[in-house]
Structures are given as structure tokens and as C-alpha cells.
């Protein structure tokens, strides 16, 4: 069974500056995608970026990216000149998508709170 | 082009009584998971509907089943409420397709269980 393990409960970081939120994951799988999902106080679920493991090279989506060693089962995110919408709970997702249904294993989450 | 969408948005039940919470996919969507997220952590799988059978389910007892209609909408019931059963009940759709891997949530039914 996969697990994800986010070792940061929480984190602040001020306005205009940089962020990078932790994830390590356990599988014995190769074929896998991985996600960091945004869920603010409205509760919506919303997919941030996502990372196939067959690609080496890191997943970026504007002001966000990705820091992911597959060697270490890593998968950082990292977040550039925070903006005080980013304020809400970050999730790390796993999902072997070989496996019949393609379920997603969720991390515990990072709240993460952009102070002005 | 409307999300997925869930109703009720809030509900508050007693122990030992029996829930129905309702979602309706993303357009062009076809296959609707369900994810319980207890305060504080993350979402926990519980199980998948696609040509209206389960097709994967998470480690929940009997007490959760669910249904798909052929208009791909889902339901979550639940019966015998527990006290532990309070939490978010989050629906997600996506596409079967080839490279429909990513899964689109919405915004989720709170069940308080008293």
C-alpha cells in the first residue's frame, strides 16, 4: 500500500516571498502520478500541479513548481512570490495509475497561512 | 460549464440514523469517487462508481454503499451513524479516457453526526 507523509503541519510566510512545502511518499510502484491539491476555507479541492514519474523534468504551473526526486520519493512544492490568496490547506496526493480505479492516497496537509 | 457539484451542503443527523448525500459529475464525466475527510487531515479513500458498479473500494465497513445512475451521478449512503462518522464528504469526477487521470472535486457535504 502507498503512503504519503507530510511532515509540516503548518507554515507561514510572508507576502511577495517564497515558500516550499514538504512531501515523501512510499510506494514499490514505477508507474504513478503525483499531485499537490490547494483546498482554502470554501473547502473546493483544487488540483495545483501534478507530475508524471516517468518525466525527470520538474512540473511548473506559473508561480508554482515542483522539486521531485524519485530516487528519495520527494515531491516539494514550492510556491514564488506568495500571494495572500494562497492561503489554505496544501494536500500531496499519490495515484498508481496502473491500479484498476485510480485512487488518490492523500498526505495529511500543510496549512499554510500568507501573512501581508 | 458546471463543476462537480453535492447536496446537501450541510447536514446534522443523530447516531444510528442512516444519511444519503447526493453528486452530480463535471460534464463529460463519467466516473465518481467519494473521499471522507475528518477534520484536520487529509481525505481518505472510500470507494468508485463507474458504469454504475463499484469499481474499487477503500477500507470503510458495509455501513457505506453507493449508487450511479446512468446519468453518472453518484450517491453516498450511509447507515447506522457513529459518531466518527462526522466529517466531509467530498465527490470527485473525471473522464475514463486516456489521460483522464485528473480528478475534479466538489465542494463537499459536512455531516455532523450528534
Known amino acids: 500500500a502507498q503512503t504519503v507523509t507530510q511532515s509540516q503541519p503548518e507554515m507561514s510566510v510572508q507576502e511577495a516571498e517564497t515558500v516550499t512545502l514538504s512531501c515523501t511518499y512510499d510506494?514499490?510502484?514505477?508507474?504513478?502520478?503525483l499531485f499537490w491539491y490547494k483546498q482554502p476555507p470554501s473547502r473546493q479541492m483544487i488540483l495545483v500541479i501534478r507530475q508524471e514519474a516517468y518525466k525527470q523534468q520538474n512540473a511548473t504551473e506559473n508561480r508554482f513548481s515542483v522539486n521531485f526526486q524519485k530516487a528519495a520519493k520527494s515531491f516539494s512544492l514550492k510556491i514564488s512570490d506568495s500571494q495572500l490568496g494562497d492561503t489554505a490547506m496544501y494536500f500531496c496526493?499519490?495515484?498508481?495509475?496502473?491500479?484498476?480505479?485510480?485512487?488518490?492516497?492523500f498526505g495529511a496537509g500543510t496549512i499554510l497561512r500568507v501573512k501581508s | 460549464d458546471a463543476g462537480v457539484t453535492q447536496s446537501p451542503t450541510h447536514l446534522i443527523k443523530t447516531r444510528g440514523q442512516q444519511v444519503t448525500l447526493r453528486c452530480s459529475p463535471k460534464s463529460g464525466h463519467d466516473t465518481v469517487s467519494w473521499y471522507q475527510q475528518a477534520l484536520g487531515q487529509g481525505p481518505q479513500f472510500i470507494f468508485q462508481y463507474y458504469e454504475e458498479e463499484e469499481r474499487q473500494r477503500g477500507n470503510f465497513p458495509d455501513r457505506f454503499s453507493g449508487h450511479q445512475f446512468p446519468n453518472y451521478s453518484s450517491e453516498l449512503n450511509v447507515n447506522a451513524l457513529l459518531l466518527g462518522d462526522s466529517a466531509l464528504y467530498l465527490c470527485?469526477?473525471?473522464?475514463?479516457?486516456?489521460?483522464?487521470?485528473?480528478?475534479?472535486f466538489g465542494p463537499g457535504t459536512r455531516l455532523t453526526v450528534l
Open positions: 496526493a499519490f495515484m498508481n495509475y496502473m491500479e484498476y480505479g485510480n485512487k488518490l492516497v
Open positions: 470527485a469526477s473525471r473522464w475514463k479516457g486516456a489521460g483522464g487521470y485528473e480528478q475534479f
Open positions: 510506494t514499490s510502484e514505477n508507474n504513478y502520478y
